[in-house]
């Protein structure tokens, strides 16, 4: 599916109907589900149906229905820079080591 073709109004509807069948998958009624997120019944109806509301509801909604993984999209991740990473892979570049004691033990043969 492609969501940038969608209208605003289409992606409602699709985000209500997950919270809907989730809700149901639960075993859930409205007045269940809207009491434990802290929210009226019609709000939840609102949201169910495509309907403009708060965002603030649909992360209630998500939280009582154990979906709060689905916001991992708006999470932003540390990136690093090409150039920083060839820095970091130089600094710690496996070197050379010596070992002296074993150069004090074998002292240079005097052919």
Known sequence: MVYRDLSDLAILRMIGDFIKKKRMA???????????????RSTLSLLERGEKVQL???????????????????????????????????KYERQRVRNSDLAAENPPSEW
């Open 56 to 90: 603030l509801t649909l992360i209630q909604a998500l939280r009582v229905l154990d979906e709060l993984q689905l916001l991992e999209a708006f999470e932003i991740k540390q990136q690093i820079s090409p150039i920083e990473y060839i820095k970091l892979q130089k």
């Open 26 to 40: 639960l075993n859930k009624t409205q007045d269940q589900l809207a009491e434990e997120a802290g929210m009226s």
